[in-house]
């Protein structure tokens, strides 16, 4: 409010208030005039179905597009498949980022063609619902910039008699082509659907319900005229009952691969074709045990999520067993099917198992077989290697076992038992056993630190099921980054206060020696680093024995000594320190040995250790 009693005073102030209205009313209409604009860099571009122009709030450019679409045929019949090709058309753009294809008909290209669309590289397309078909439309999964795309396009029963292909084609933001038209292919002149060719990716044959099996799966053939992927390696599913077992093998007319599953279970196994080794948006085929007969099923997983079940099963040629525990099942399915993965693309392969409840599958009890590299499915037989260890994980181990079982255990024996070892050399400027145990130290601060962030590297944040194991590393980690805090700031050796700096340097150490300790026994039972469950807690307690033993032995020969030459009233580490430089030579001796023995011993528990895992 303007004040009343000065005249020049509300002018000023009526003059403010009147500018703060007129900001407040232009900023209004601004607002008001915005029109909103939406990119879908990710390719789910429904909303541009029907007009196929990209909602980007610019006009389409009008010039001839440098992008040419193109068919492999210029007739179909009913059911046929048609190959469509986008591709860069100019030597000035050489690019595209963003794309929709849809199947109109040419003499109305208003009206969607129906059919489906194929993928032929789902890495890099994916398939839209735009009408009442899904699979009608075609587009991208990223703004990655590509040269060319194709799809695949199988007629419907009752198709237009021309087929046009019209494409919209993002270069960047602001500069897109729209609907350009691929050549017209027409029908050919059949006026009633055949009945007597089955095109390549017709329906499968349709049986009754799935077959028992008399005979387990045979490994015979593997890597020559079937691929396998196998756990552990080279098992064999005919006689050996914890042998996990998948096999592909392509028909001889090279239009379906029939596929064998087995594998040791309570509820299910399963497999899953995957663009990547990380879970979601994955391919899965199910083999669920439903009491006295197994349930065969076409999945998709969307995510870190429960697979959903396919409302078409597309599989057929099925096969089940059930014997000793151990789940059995086969199938087979076209190379090429509508929202399934295309066979002829490479795919990593997961193998998982777990329980089920009526049907209802549970998480896998374990941490997925996964193949080492991606397969062609309908490539050459080859003998598959898998890993349920992610790469990461197994470097996670790795280090944080060779800094607690071997270089922080080193350097808390040379702190406690070699300090008065080699009294008359120095090594930079300081004793040897404090070079050794600070140059120690700090390695194992530096390696912890790499080893503590390659799970959430991994993982991609926190794991909610790893219990408390995560909880007692970072524990770990804390009194790691304090250790050398505390040392760069510790007082003088003469200082009063030098005494407190001993007892939380030795209560900070042992506290995350007895931690690191503890993560060790529980690293160890985790999913993604399953180690073998009987012996390697009797090595880890063998280890810490081990430990305890040759501590206690380097204090004996501690007290010994001192219990000879305890016959004055000096104090005892002076009294001590004489006696060391008096018997330096028996002293030293014996000193050494033991060193060495521990070290030989402390690198044959780490090297069982490494070993079991490089073989996970």
């Known amino acids: 409010?303007?004040?009343?009693?000065?005249?020049?005073?509300?002018?000023?102030?009526?003059?403010?208030?009147?500018?703060?209205?007129?900001?407040?009313?232009?900023?209004?209409?601004?607002?008001?005039?915005?029109?909103?604009?939406?990119?879908?860099?990710?390719?789910?571009?429904?909303?541009?179905?029907?007009?196929?122009?990209?909602?980007?709030?610019?006009?389409?450019?009008?010039?001839?597009?440098?992008?040419?679409?193109?068919?492999?045929?210029?007739?179909?019949?009913?059911?046929?498949?048609?190959?469509?090709?986008?591709?860069?058309?100019?030597?000035?753009?050489?690019?595209?980022?963003?794309?929709?294809?849809?199947?109109?008909?040419?003499?109305?290209?208003?009206?969607?063609?129906?059919?489906?669309?194929?993928?032929?590289?789902?890495?890099?397309?994916?398939?839209?619902?735009?009408?009442?078909?899904?699979?009608?439309?075609?587009?991208?999964?990223?703004?990655?910039?590509?040269?060319?795309?194709?799809?695949?396009?199988?007629?419907?029963?009752?198709?237009?008699?021309?087929?046009?292909?019209?494409?919209?084609?993002?270069?960047?933001?602001?500069?897109?082509?729209?609907?350009?038209?691929?050549?017209?292919?027409?029908?050919?002149?059949?006026?009633?659907?055949?009945?007597?060719?089955?095109?390549?990716?017709?329906?499968?044959?349709?049986?009754?319900?799935?077959?028992?099996?008399?005979?387990?799966?045979?490994?015979?053939?593997?890597?020559?005229?079937?691929?396998?992927?196998r756990d552990p390696v080279g098992c064999h599913p005919q006689s050996d009952p914890h042998c996990f077992f998948l096999s592909f093998t392509t028909d001889e007319a090279g239009r379906s691969v029939m596929f064998e599953l087995s594998g040791p279970a309570e509820g299910y196994v399963s497999f899953a074709l995957s663009l990547d080794k990380w879970m979601g948006n994955d391919d899965v085929y199910l083999c669920v045990n439903d009491g006295s007969r197994v349930t065969i099923s076409p999945a998709y997983v969307s995510g870190r999520k429960h697979p959903e079940l396919a409302k078409e099963d597309s599989l057929w040629d099925k096969a089940w067993r059930l014997a000793d525990g151990v789940i059995q099942c086969r199938f087979r399915r076209n190379f090429v099917l509508p929202h399934r993965f295309n066979l002829n693309q490479s795919y990593f392969l997961f193998l998982a198992h777990g329980k089920s409840d009526q049907g209802l599958i549970h998480r896998h009890s374990r941490q997925p077989l996964i193949s080492t590299s991606q397969v062609v499915i309908t490539g050459h037989p080859e003998d598959l290697s898998g890993s349920r260890s992610p790469l990461l994980i197994k470097f996670h181990g790795v280090l944080m076992l060779t800094v607690w079982m071997w270089i922080v255990s080193t350097a808390v024996l040379i702190a406690r038992h070699y300090k008065h070892l080699w009294p008359d050399t120095a090594l930079l400027g300081q004793r040897p056993w404090f070079q050794l145990h600070r140059t120690m130290m700090v390695l194992a601060v530096i390696l912890t630190g790499v080893a503590f962030t390659l799970p959430f590297i991994y993982r991609r944040g926190w794991s909610k099921r790893a219990g408390a194991h995560p909880y007692l590393g970072c524990a770990v980690m804390a009194l790691c980054v304090i250790q050398p805090i505390m040392a760069i700031v510790r007082p003088a050796p003469e200082s009063s206060r030098r005494i407190i700096f001993n007892w939380l340097h030795f209560g900070a150490g042992t506290a995350a020696q007895i931690l690191a300790a503890a993560c060790m026994f529980l690293g160890a039972a985790q999913q993604a680093l399953l180690l073998p469950s009987l012996w390697c807690p009797a090595l880890l307690t063998g280890w810490l024995l081990w430990i305890v033993l040759v501590d206690l032995l380097l204090l004996i020969h501690s007290c010994r000594l001192r219990s000879r030459g305890n016959t004055s009233d000096d104090k005892e580490k002076i009294l001590f320190a004489q006696l060391e430089r008096r018997q330096h030579g028996e002293i030293s001796q014996v000193k050494k040995t033991v060193l060495v023995v521990f070290l030989i011993g402390n690198t044959g528990f780490l090297t069982a250790f490494i070993k079991a895992i490089g073989s996970l």
């Open 1 to 229: 409010m303007c004040p009343p009693n000065s005249t020049l005073a509300s002018f000023k102030c009526l003059n403010r208030e009147a500018a703060m209205w007129r900001s407040g009313f232009l900023l209004a209409a601004f607002t008001a005039c915005v029109v909103p604009v939406t990119g879908y860099s990710n390719g789910k571009v429904y909303a541009a179905c029907g007009e196929m122009v990209p909602q980007h709030g610019y006009e389409a450019r009008p010039d001839p597009a440098p992008y040419s679409i193109t068919v492999d045929k210029s007739t179909f019949s009913y059911g046929d498949n048609i190959t469509v090709s986008l591709q860069v058309a100019s030597s000035t753009v050489t690019f595209f980022k963003g794309f929709l294809i849809e199947a109109r008909d040419a003499g109305n290209l208003s009206l969607l063609a129906g059919g489906f669309f194929i993928l032929t590289d789902p890495r890099r397309s994916q398939l839209l619902q735009c009408g009442q078909t899904q699979g009608s439309g075609v587009s991208h999964r990223s703004s990655a910039k590509k040269t060319h795309m194709q799809a695949v396009w199988q007629s419907p029963k009752n198709p237009p008699q021309r087929v046009q292909f019209l494409v919209t084609v993002v270069h960047e933001y602001k500069v897109f082509w729209v609907r350009i038209a691929s050549p017209v292919v027409s029908l050919s002149g059949a006026t009633a659907a055949p009945v007597t060719a089955a095109p390549v990716t017709a329906a499968p044959p349709q049986t009754t319900s799935p077959a028992a099996l008399t005979t387990p799966f045979s490994s015979v053939g593997c890597g020559h005229s079937k691929s396998c992927l």
